[in-house]
């Protein structure tokens, strides 16, 4: 069954430094999406992807994020100076039509 | 963000039973409902879904129903598993919106 898949699976950084977060999306869908989940709180989005441009973001997703569909195949999320809030797990999801989505294993960053 | 609440945070079945799982929300522009559950170190993984011009939708041992008058959700398990142990999150969306709004979650232990 496809899947989408995310690496790594664990990434530690410190404070201040850039981190990419890499997905690959299930081959045929066309909606790619970028959720998190800080430990003990609700899964929260963060930015959808269709077309080749960002579709909608939420209030989290300021300028020191960025997200990018490299080639046909990847897609990334970029956070250029990491801050200890953003601590948390980020789960890569795509889908066909904006209906169901389907999640990655998620990557757990931990910034210190 | 209590747009999508899942006020049970625990939920203990014995397995055969029935499991229901509630999730109610407060906007009536929410249109299109999903059911996820989540294992320990893996992303949310689609269950069932209902969009707001129904009120039930079934796939197998799983059902949803919708009351849109008392903005309730709810999903039904039978026979219940030890297998569907799990954590269960209520999701929702606008029509016009990409992003999925997600309840806190409720955790199902089925006992042998």
């Known amino acids: 069954e496809p899947e989408v898949t995310q690496t790594p699976s664990h990434q530690v950084t410190q404070m201040g430094q850039e981190v990419i977060l890499r997905c690959v999306p299930i081959?045929?869908?066309?909606?790619f999406y970028w959720y998190r989940q800080i430990l003990g709180q609700k899964v929260e989005f963060l930015v959808s992807?269709?077309?080749?441009?960002?579709?909608?973001k939420s209030e989290i997703f300021d300028d020191q994020f960025s997200v990018e569909r490299p080639d046909g195949s990847n897609f990334t999320l970029k956070i250029r100076s990491t801050k200890l809030e953003d601590s948390a797990m980020y789960f890569c999801?795509?889908?066909?039509?904006?209906?169901?989505?389907?999640f990655g294993s998620g990557t757990q960053l931990s910034v210190l | 963000d209590q747009q999508v609440k899942q006020n049970s945070p625990s939920l203990s079945v014995q397995e055969g039973r029935i499991s229901i799982l509630n999730c109610d929300y407060t906007?009536?522009?929410?249109?299109?409902f999903l059911w996820y559950k989540k294992y320990p170190a893996e992303g949310p993984t689609f269950l069932i879904s209902?969009?707001?011009?129904?009120d039930k939708n079934e796939d197998g041992r799983f059902t949803v129903f919708l009351n849109k008058s008392a903005k309730h959700l709810s999903l039904h398990i039978v026979p219940s598993q030890p297998g569907d142990s799990a954590v269960y999150f209520c999701?929702?969306?606008?029509?016009?919106?990409?992003?999925?709004?997600f309840g806190s979650g409720t955790r199902l232990l089925v006992r042998p």
């Open positions: 999801a795509s889908s066909a039509a904006n209906e169901k989505l389907f």
């Open positions: 081959s045929n869908h066309l909606y």
């Open positions: 992807f269709y077309n080749n441009e960002i579709s909608e």
């Open positions: 906007n009536s522009m929410f249109d299109y």
């Open positions: 209902i969009s707001s011009i129904k």
């Open positions: 999701a929702t969306r606008r029509d016009s919106s990409y992003k999925l709004i």
